[in-house]
């Protein structure tokens, strides 16, 4: 029951569970949308008749390697084997950035009140952490220092973090394109305008409210931004006119501004990240090697919840005078990784491409990569091979939250300047669900970004 409804919340019921079993738990409604006066009822039913296909593949592999971890014992209980020092582990953290420290700290001592490492041991222990690393730069510093003193133990101990829209298979080979393709690489060295729209038509659930009040859509989301445009620009000098960044709109869904408000009654309210909704302009100084060969680039950005239409793609815009050179469009959303050849040592739930479909195949690669990683490793003896290009060292992730940080900053101060003393981000105007835009002058190069100017 739990599972059936945090992938109704999510919108998310047919990549977890079969069109039969949905079809007969909420035959006249469309999923997700029964009473849930008999739902419970009727899904017990279900569970109690041993021939039916209840789950999707996906779903199988959820409900097989599942474990909870609410308490103590239930946490140790996932260290059970004697020779966990010799076995290569990874971690998929996936938690609010203040309980980071803590959960990793956690499995340290696990593995150091472990059997002894054997001498002839190389086993490594992946902890990849979910964006965002942290909210604050001195969070995300301190974080990245205690994860750093972590490494240096001969425990086999490595962190990243990792970032699931980064992992899509187009934006990873980004940096490849343009070291290989002559055309990508006119494409941008000429780049004029980068647009990034990471809209959903999905809400925030209702059991998200407490996470998303705390940490705010900017911060959560502008890590999957800034990261493209690092795969973008790799190689290259990039700074921020921070002079140059602007607020475009800002909203808060009508729902979740009320569930705010539910969730925080009796407290400073006001304090709490509103925004379901922004989209803004930056402009990039891009350079090679000579400084005097640097260009801008004018970025626009928006992430948004609650929408009329999904829309997650990355546009790389070259000047309109390079006639020769076309756009290139990243549709991050449909986006996949070729499947893989299964191998004997890897795990075929990783592997196999039944497993996970649409946005899943982001974490599906992940994890495909992290065991390639560890593999291949393991194969070069004693020289070590860099991580996979979507996996951050903590030192890489100091930085992205540092570029966030600073942005936030100079659209906060420039908005003020410009409109009074308001911050854009408090307590920003509510708007219903099922829009399409906030402010559709201001928004043109995002909503048109291919179309002609006005």
Not at 202 to 210: E, G, L, N, W
Not at 223 to 234: D, G, R, T
Not at 317 to 326: M, T, V, W
Not at 435 to 453: A, Q, R, T, Y
């Amino acid at each position: 029951m739990e599972l059936y409804s945090r992938c109704r919340d999510y919108r998310q019921l047919d990549s977890y569970f079969t069109q039969s079993f949905l079809e007969s738990v909420e035959p006249d409604e469309a999923p997700g949308h029964a009473p849930a006066g008999d739902l419970e009822q009727k899904i017990y039913e279900a569970l109690a008749d041993p021939g039916r296909e209840i789950l999707s593949p996906l779903g199988q592999f959820l409900a097989a390697n599942y474990c909870a971890t609410a308490t103590d014992d239930e946490f140790k209980a996932v260290f059970t084997s004697s020779q966990i020092i010799d076995a290569d582990w990874i971690f998929y953290l996936a938690l609010p950035p203040a309980a980071y420290a803590n959960t990793c700290r956690r499995i340290q001592d696990q593995f150091r009140n472990a059997a002894p490492h054997s001498e002839a041991s190389n086993t490594k222990k992946l902890i990849l952490i979910e964006k965002p690393f942290q909210n604050t730069l001195e969070e995300a510093t301190e974080l990245a220092r205690e994860l750093e003193s972590m490494e240096q133990e001969s425990l086999g101990l490595q962190f990243y973090s990792v970032d699931h829209y980064a992992a899509k298979w187009t934006l990873s080979r980004l940096p490849a394109m343009v070291r290989e393709l002559q055309t990508f690489r006119d494409i941008v060295s000429n780049t004029e305008r980068v647009v990034i729209d990471l809209s959903e038509t999905k809400a925030i659930p209702v059991f998200r409210t407490s996470y998303m009040a705390s940490t705010g859509l900017f911060n959560d989301m502008m890590p999957h931004a800034l990261v493209a445009l690092q795969f973008l620009f790799a190689g290259q000098s990039v700074t921020v006119r921070g002079d140059r960044t602007k607020c475009l709109a800002v909203g808060s869904e009508e729902e979740f501004s009320c569930a705010v408000e539910r969730d925080q009654a009796g407290s400073a309210a006001n304090n709490c990240n509103r925004e379901t909704y922004f989209s803004i302009q930056i402009e990039l100084r891009v350079g090679g090697q000579d400084e005097r060969q640097s260009r801008s680039v004018v970025v626009f950005i928006r992430c948004a919840k609650a929408l009329s239409k999904e829309n997650k793609q990355v546009h790389i815009i070259p000047h309109r005078k390079e006639d020769d050179l076309p756009f290139f469009t990243i549709d991050i959303a449909r986006e996949d990784f070729p499947e893989p050849t299964i191998e004997d040592v890897y795990p075929g739930s990783i592997t196999d491409g039944n497993v996970s479909k649409g946005e899943q195949r982001g974490y599906s690669k992940i994890l495909f990569d992290a065991v390639s990683f560890l593999r291949r490793n393991h194969s070069m003896e004693n020289r070590s091979l860099p991580p996979p290009l979507e996996f951050l060292t903590p030192k890489q992730s100091v930085e992205v939250i540092r570029n966030m940080v600073e942005i936030k900053h100079s659209l906060r101060r420039n908005h003020a300047r410009d409109h009074g003393g308001v911050d854009p981000f408090q307590n920003p105007p509510p708007y219903p669900a099922g829009v399409s835009w906030l402010d559709e002058k201001k928004e043109w190069p995002i909503l048109f970004p291919l179309g002609p100017d006005e």
